[in-house]
């Protein structure tokens, strides 16, 4: 009796060393990832003001911490695959897809940006809805001149994903995410053709004054 409960004493002071130690990962973990979420928001909205130099430096900034998240967790698998990891990689990949589709420079890969692919994908479709605010905010400008070059990459994007035809288990809900990304499509593509027919006709009446 006596050497099981010296047994159990050890047991469990073992354990509670072992889950100490995995909840300071955790919440570590957690607090990077948050700002991870929290620095790719505000380098979209610094695209979308074409603050392309702030947007740069804020996406490297916060690629510098999904390495170090990847890094702590690297011994720590079941915590790696929890979600909340996985969410602040998609956040982080859109950003710098949305940062690749405005500046115009090479779209970066899941290995570039050290990302899992479901992620990835999940972040690359919702980029691409994001650029119908751009070619909104450019019409309210009166500039169409990108709004065909960002339909087409919406489109491409689009056309990618539908071909991703695999259980939402292997692809955090990409299903849900390009159905979202069609509706954005079809209203973008919609709101894009009255204004050009729009601006033709402004242009017709204007020349026949």
């Known amino acids: 009796m006596k050497d099981d409960t010296a047994l159990i004493s050890q047991i469990t002071n073992e354990?509670?060393?072992r889950f100490t130690q995995k909840h300071e990962i955790r919440e570590q973990a957690l607090r990077t990832?948050?700002?991870?979420?929290?620095?790719?928001s505000t380098a979209i909205r610094a695209i979308h003001r074409n603050e392309l130099d702030k947007a740069q430096a804020m996406v490297q900034a916060t690629g510098r911490l999904?390495?170090?998240?990847r890094d702590l967790l690297r011994d720590h698998q079941d915590l790696y695959f929890t979600g909340f990891t996985q969410d602040a990689q998609k956040e982080y990949a859109e950003?710098?897809?949305?940062?690749a589709?405005?500046?115009g420079t090479p779209l970066p890969r899941p290995d570039d940006l050290?990302?899992?692919t479901a992620p990835y994908l999940n972040g690359l479709a919702e980029a691409a809805s994001e650029l119908r605010r751009y070619i909104l905010d450019s019409l309210r400008r009166d500039d169409d001149s990108r709004c065909e070059e960002l339909m087409e990459k919406m489109d491409e994007v689009y056309n990618v994903m539908v071909v991703m035809d695999f259980p939402d288990a292997l692809?955090?809900?990409?299903r849900r995410t390009t159905d979202a990304l069609r509706a954005v499509?079809?209203?973008t593509r919609g709101d894009l053709t009255l204004a050009v027919r729009q601006r033709r006709l402004e242009g017709k009446l204007a020349g026949q004054e």
């Open 95 to 99: 950003s710098c897809a949305v940062y």
């Open 33 to 40: 990832s948050r700002e991870v979420i929290r620095s790719s």
């Open 15 to 17: 354990a509670l060393a």
């Open 171 to 174: 692809t955090n809900g990409l």
């Open 66 to 69: 999904v390495s170090e998240t």
């Open 114 to 116: 050290g990302v899992e």
């Open 101 to 103: 589709f405005i500046a």
């Open 185 to 187: 499509l079809e209203r």
